[in-house]
């Protein structure tokens, strides 16, 4: 098992292992739209655990394995006994000796580390409430379809301090960019994960003062999964942090904007900003599917050796 390699946050991988993974998705990207047959893994079973729901997590990584020739399984929590109290860690030696490969979605970032401390096969972190790397992976992807490479320039994270800024934080120490965070006070991501990023993070609680220069914009929703019930207190909180035009209008002549979706419109952002028609977001939604599948590749050739 220790010898398995895993994806559980970007630092799993080296600066090279991510750039060397982008460059993959992108020529996966390129053949899928060409119709090449990708099915590389016939027979192959992806594991897909999900404790949340989602949209673009369970398509893309089920449609993904599909173009690669193999079947994705889905387990709930309802219909498995992972909802029953049975332990992580002997669910993954159970599950982990059926499949393949195992995509988890779930609440505390601890549970996919047990997973992947008792499984014989990869582990990708689907989401947690810690970190979401896959979609910093499509987000990366994207900048660099439009914008090139993303080292050494600065990106203003609007809104709360929740997994994907931390995956941002993460992002900005593999692809080597400064990141600004502008959020309310009391919503600041991880101090630990400042700390130890200070050289290239800072945080500025004036979205217009964080955003101004800024080539990429990222935000998204300001309540996440499981704190719907402080929606509202949030709503009023974060009204000045909205990414629309008048703040894209102090970020860079040539700034991009992202969100991982699923948009709030007229919160978070406008929907003058989801409908523009030079937006990449729906590019950055679709780059899940490639990068994934590129993931998924890189992971199920490791673990054959």
């Not at 987000?139 to 320039?153: C, K, L, N, V």
């Not at 997994?163 to 600004?180: G, H, K, P, T, V």
């Not at 600041?188 to 217009?208: F, G, M, Q, W, Y």
């Not at 899940?288 to 490791?302: G, V």
């Amino acid at each position: 098992m220790s010898d398995t390699r895993h994806f559980l946050t970007l630092l799993d991988f080296s600066s090279q292992e991510l750039r060397q993974l982008l460059a993959r998705a992108a020529e996966m990207k390129r053949a899928h739209c060409a119709g090449d047959d990708q099915r590389d893994f016939p027979g192959v079973t992806l594991g897909m655990i999900f404790a949340k729901s989602s949209t673009r997590t369970r398509v893309s990584f089920e449609a993904g394995m599909t173009q690669l020739g193999g079947h994705a399984l889905f387990l709930s929590p309802d219909d498995t006994q992972l909802g029953r109290g049975e332990p992580v860690e002997d669910s993954a030696r159970v599950i982990s000796a059926m499949v393949d490969i195992v995509m988890i979605r779930t609440y505390g970032h601890d549970i996919v580390e047990r997973f992947a401390a008792h499984s014989n096969v990869p582990v990708i972190n689907g989401l947690t409430d810690d970190f979401h790397p896959c979609q910093l992976l499509a987000d990366m992807q994207t900048w660099f379809e439009h914008r090139g490479d993303i080292a050494g320039r600065s990106v203003c994270w609007v809104g709360d301090g929740n997994n994907m800024c931390q995956s941002y934080i993460n992002a900005a120490r593999q692809f080597d960019f400064e990141l600004r965070i502008a959020c309310p006070p009391t919503f600041e991501p991880d101090k630990r994960l400042l700390d130890a990023n200070s050289d290239r993070v800072h945080i500025e609680h004036d979205p217009t003062v964080a955003v101004r220069g800024a080539d990429l914009v990222v935000t998204d929703v300001w309540a996440s999964m499981g704190q719907e019930n402080e929606q509202t207190r949030r709503a009023a909180l974060f009204a000045p942090y909205q990414v629309n035009a008048e703040l894209m209008s102090h970020a860079a002549g040539d700034a991009l904007y992202m969100h991982c979706l699923p948009a709030h419109r007229g919160e978070e952002i406008s929907a003058e900003l989801m409908d523009a028609p030079d937006t990449v977001i729906w590019d950055e939604a679709e780059n899940r599917l490639h990068a994934q599948k590129a993931l998924m590749e890189t992971l199920l050739l490791a673990n054959r050796h």
